[in-house]
């Protein structure tokens, strides 16, 4: 599975930005099985969890997040998207989408992803 993101860049505090990931060479037919995930990493920080979706599209997110990102995929178009609002400078950092092949419920959790695109830069200005 390939997984490709876009949409970074660099916006004021308190804008929008809005991130794509399209997912390619797996099976047909089960993209939308899959759990698929953002994540974030900043320097000197460890990769975390951002928000997640499942096959139902049962969504979770990271508390610092809520209410500020929506997470949304179409199957159809094998991508998936975060909506980023009301952005803060912490919310700065390389985005990563990635899948889950193996557990059904939507999780933030790195460790259990198997597949992960290669990042696209988010820098929010004060």
């Known amino acids: 599975v390939q997984l490709v993101e876009s949409g970074g860049g660099s916006v004021q505090a308190g804008g929008s930005l809005s991130l794509s990931c399209v997912a390619s060479?797996?099976?047909?037919?089960?993209?939308?099985?899959?759990?698929l995930g953002w994540f974030r990493q900043s320097p000197g920080k460890e990769r975390e969890g951002v928000a997640a979706?499942?096959?139902?599209?049962?969504?979770t997110y990271a508390d610092v997040v809520k209410g500020r990102f929506t997470i949304t995929r179409d199957n159809n178009k094998n991508t998936l998207y975060l909506q980023m609002t009301s952005l803060k400078p912490e919310d700065s950092g390389i985005y990563y989408c990635?899948?889950?092949?193996?557990?059904?419920?939507?999780?933030?959790?790195?460790?259990?992803?198997?597949?992960w695109g290669q990042g696209t830069q988010v820098t929010v200005s004060s």
């Open positions: 990635a899948a889950d092949l193996y557990h059904p419920l939507a999780t933030i959790y790195p460790s259990l992803y198997n597949y």
């Open positions: 060479g797996y099976s047909v037919g089960t993209f939308s099985t899959y759990s």
């Open positions: 979706i499942d096959s139902v599209n049962a969504t």
